[in-house]
């Protein structure tokens, strides 16, 4: 059903819905169901550890590929780069159902890296900007977590069955697919379908001043959240493989999705109410807590602990950082979503990259972990304390 024809408020939640199953599609399937798999991969010899890491990266390198392509997207245009990236990622998926050489696999997986990266900014644009629904931010980014919890569970539910990995990824294929089916139409809604909605008055708290050190900040900021979280959501299910009997750890990464669908709303909520840098350093710091948990120990308690706190902390990232790159995008030259996601991207590459050399010189993942969690604090103390001394102010807007 379109969605001008419902009352005001049911078309906003509906079209917030409808970008929300883009990034249920586009980042919880085509980016994050690979971690889920990746195991059973290893052990029908699919990949090596090593190939998974390359295809890992190339996933990443894809994103970043995809975010520098839509540096110059129109809001007006993302109707359509949200259906073509959704349609990329659907074919991705469908193309690891039948690909077996490692280097085919990295190859799509890089396509599917393209189609992450455009699935998010442009849903970020079309909603957003095309649309001017601010306030449905919250829901569109719970998307991502969304998308981890349902494909984990397609996933689980194959590995119950013994289905192949090939199979499993067909699962998902038609999972995402069903997804898009609902929702395509609301993605071709008017730009005025939402003229007669009166938007919540909301109070909320600026980041300090608009200047391009501040915008050049927290580019800097978000690229270390992008390392800092990428090693914990790459490898949660298989470095817990072997250190939880009688629990599949694809349970333990659907808890990583789950706690992401609640927390962009809690993060949106707590900038609003006490400021962009208080709200962005504290969840900068519960995120390098969270990643830390497993260097700790690989017991369920840590394991749940880990997934829970990255899990509710970085979509927080997202919600509270992108937000900040539309108000700063005026001081810059360039689409800042686009380059936020472009930088994300570098630290997303090298996460794998430096994961893989440090276990084959340690035989474990706890150097990365720790260097993660080094990484987020470092850009909490860039939130705390940035460049210029009158961009710890923040303004009452």
């Known amino acids: 059903m379109s969605a001008w024809r419902h009352r005001p408020e049911v078309k906003a939640f509906l079209l917030s819905a409808a970008a929300c199953v883009v990034l249920v599609i586009g980042m919880g399937f085509g980016r994050f ?74 190859m799509v997986k890089g396509l599917a890296g393209i189609g992450s990266a455009v699935s998010l900014i442009s849903a970020s644009l079309w909603l957003l900007q095309h649309m001017k629904h601010s306030n449905g931010a919250p829901l569109m980014y719970a998307g991502v977590g969304l998308g981890i919890f349902i494909s984990a569970e397609c996933i689980a539910l194959g590995k119950y069955l013994g289905l192949s990995s090939q199979t499993i990824w067909m699962v998902c294929t038609l999972s995402a697919g ?16 939402l003229i007669d909605y009166h938007k919540p008055v909301t109070v909320t708290v600026g980041g300090g001043v608009d200047t391009r050190t501040a915008a050049l900040t927290l580019l800097a900021i978000y690229g270390l959240a992008g390392f800092g979280y990428i090693i914990t959501a790459t490898y949660l299910p298989l470095f817990l493989t072997s250190s ?20 962009c709303f809690f993060w ?3 900038a609003q109410r006490y400021g962009y840098r208080r709200s962005f350093w504290l969840n900068l710091v519960l995120q390098a807590i969270g990643v830390l948990m497993p260097v700790i120990s690989h017991g369920l308690v840590f394991c ?12 927080g990232t997202v919600t509270i950082a992108l937000p900040e790159a539309r108000r700063l995008a005026g001081v810059v030259s ?46 909490g103390m860039l939130v705390l304390f940035p460049a210029s001394p009158r961009g710890l102010s923040e303004e009452r807007v």
């Open 304 to 315: 749940l602990a880990s997934a829970l706190l990255v899990g509710f902390t970085f979509m």
């Open 244 to 263: 939880l009997a009688g629990l599949d750890p694809m349970q333990v990464w659907a808890v990583f999705g789950l706690a992401a669908v609640p927390s």
């Open 334 to 379: 360039f689409n800042m979503i686009a380059a936020m996601t472009a930088v994300y991207g570098i630290g997303q590459i090298a996460g794998p990259l430096i994961a893989g050399e440090l276990y084959s010189l340690t035989g474990s993942f706890n150097p990365s972990l720790i260097a993660a969690a080094v990484c987020l604090l470092a850009a």
């Open 33 to 106: 169901a690979f971690t889920g798999i990746f195991p059973v991969m290893l052990q029908e010899h699919l990949l090596s550890l090593n190939e998974g890491n390359i295809s890992a990266s190339a996933n990443y390198a894809g994103y970043l590929a995809g975010a520098l392509m839509l540096a110059k997207a129109r809001p007006s245009d993302t109707r359509y780069l949200c259906t073509g990236s959704v349609l990329m990622t659907l074919g991705c998926l469908a193309a690891l159902a039948w690909v077996r050489s490692p280097a085919s696999i990295i």
């Open 178 to 193: 069903l997804l898009y089916g609902i929702v395509f139409r609301l993605l071709n809604s008017s730009p005025d379908a």
């Open 268 to 270: 949106h909520r707590r």
